[in-house]
């Protein structure tokens, strides 16, 4: 644009290629142009500095001295030596704090010219500055920034950086800007996921790269958050490896829990059945110390069994090998059923047993076994720690879920064991027969289900346990 008004300025002659270079310094609005003669008074006011020291131009030229723009700190021994230094240089480039018509102060990058007639005689200063507080404010947020920032123009060229970036790829800053940012990070304009970093001795890293489009006067600028995540891969490959680790660990477990569950249930089974056997009589009487000490083989026998089922279970859910079978369930009828498992025990204890479900069946949509299983260790639990008083079985709906409620008047729970419950092998209170695990695989299930279990309860006065799962 410059090339072609000075062209246009060389055919004119002298008087015409004055006014017009007057008339497109007076239209300039990116930057403040002033020009004042040898002993300051302002000539020339463009609508660049009306807009950024906020006079108009009949206020200025002729009537004001260049001085009113500096602060009381400049004037007059700074301002006569920058004076001195464009006389003596023909120009003078820095940085100053300049004054608004409002009294704000602020930061400016400024040039100063001589100005000098058709015979070369100086007739005053030309005064281009340019508001840079916002641009200085901007470079200390860069400096702050935890990571590599680079902003490039749209052509990928450098045209600011923090330290960070120094630091991270090796080069001064007067190195980088005007360089290709694709020299330091090859396709970083491409695409925003990780890439590869290349230092000044040629080294490459991974680096994570964050791009961030920048408006401003001057164009669309881009900034490059760039993070060396070398550590953070290294990290990455170590958790993989104790990930496949774990993984080759757990194969080893599921296979061996399947083997030895075959092998410890086969003798287990001809123990129980043996024993069962031996206290119906069938192979002759016995007397009273023979059956109690028969019994108790039996019942260890069935604890045992329980323990092997119940971490066969539980190692199908955590490794994903639970196969669910969703059908149209009544979800009364399986309470019911539940309740007639447990009334024998219940009875044993003493204890009244109250089955509350609606007059009609209440129909869901899940897998039978696992529900039966779930209310099963639930309702076994309220009679296992239940020594007096009665268990409550409830059913309760609404239109998107339906509600299993176990309550007993049990010994209770106090809340320091509350975080205990559904851990494997855990029991609180007084310790009852048991795996430890009823608690856990319920929860276990009723989460491949969809559900909740939870759990309200005071010491000394009961619990309820109530699984919620949703109805479709």
């Keep these: 644009m410059m090339n072609r008004l000075y062209q246009q300025s060389a055919i004119l002659d002298a008087d015409q290629a004055s006014h017009f270079l007057e ?11 002033v020009g004042v003669s040898v002993d300051g008074t302002i000539q020339l006011w463009n609508e660049g500095a009306r807009r950024l020291y906020g006079y108009e131009p009949e206020e200025v030229i002729g009537r004001a001295n260049i001085s009113m723009l500096h602060t009381p700190e400049d004037l007059p021994i700074k301002l006569n030596q920058i004076m001195a230094e464009t006389l003596r240089t023909g120009q003078w480039h820095g940085q100053l704090l ?35 507080s916002l641009e200085q404010k901007f470079r200390d947020l860069l400096e702050s920034a935890p990571d590599a920032t680079i902003v490039t123009d749209q052509n990928g060229d450098i045209v600011l950086v923090n330290a960070q970036a120094e630091r991270l790829f090796g080069y001064g800053r007067e190195e980088l800007v005007g360089r290709s940012v694709d020299s330091l990070v090859p396709g ?123 971490l066969l279970d539980l190692a199908k859910i955590e490794s994903g090998k639970v196969e669910l079978r969703v059908d149209d369930v009544n979800a009364v009828a399986v309470l019911q059923e539940v309740a007639a498992l447990q009334r024998p025990a219940a009875e044993t204890k003493r204890l009244s047993l109250t089955v509350v ?31 007096q008083g009665n268990i409550t079985l409830e059913l309760r709906e609404s239109v998107e879920a339906i509600e299993f409620r176990v309550t007993d008047t049990g010994c209770g729970i106090a809340p320091k ?9 855990s029991q609180v209170g007084e310790p009852r027969e048991g795996t430890g695990l009823g608690l856990l695989l319920s929860r276990r299930l009723a989460e491949l289900l969809g559900g909740t279990v939870t759990m309200q309860s005071r010491e000394g006065e009961g619990s309820t346990f109530c699984l919620t799962l949703p109805r479709v």
């Design 98 to 132: 300049r004054v608004r018509r409002n009294g704000v102060r602020f930061l400016a990058s400024v040039a100063l010219n001589v100005r000098r007639d058709q015979i070369g005689r100086h007739i005053g200063f030309l005064l281009i500055s340019r508001d840079i």
């Design 23 to 33: 008339n497109v310094l007076q239209s300039s609005t990116q930057y403040s142009i």
């Design 357 to 387: 479900v609606p007059a009609e069946p209440v129909a869901m949509l899940t897998d039978v076994r696992s529900l039966r299983q779930i209310l099963l260790n639930l309702a076994s639990n309220a009679v296992k720690f239940t020594d």
């Design 417 to 425: 064991d509350w975080g205990k419950l559904f851990q494997a092998f």
């Design 188 to 310: 970083i304009l491409l695409s925003d996921s990780d890439r590869v970093g290349v230092r000044r001795d040629g080294t490459a890293f991974p680096v994570e790269v964050g791009l961030s489009p920048l408006e401003t006067t001057e164009g669309t600028l881009i900034s490059s958050s760039i993070r060396d995540i070398t550590e953070r891969r290294k990290f990455e490959r170590a958790l993989q490896e104790k990930n496949e680790e774990l993984a080759r660990a757990n194969t080893a477990k599921d296979t061996f829990l399947a083997s030895m569950s075959h092998e410890l249930r086969t003798p287990l089974n001809a123990i129980i059945g043996f024993t069962g056997t031996m206290l119906m009589r069938l192979p002759g009487p016995l007397n009273t110390e023979q059956e109690r000490q028969l019994r108790t083989v039996q019942s260890s026998g069935r604890h045992l069994l329980s323990l092997i089922n119940d």
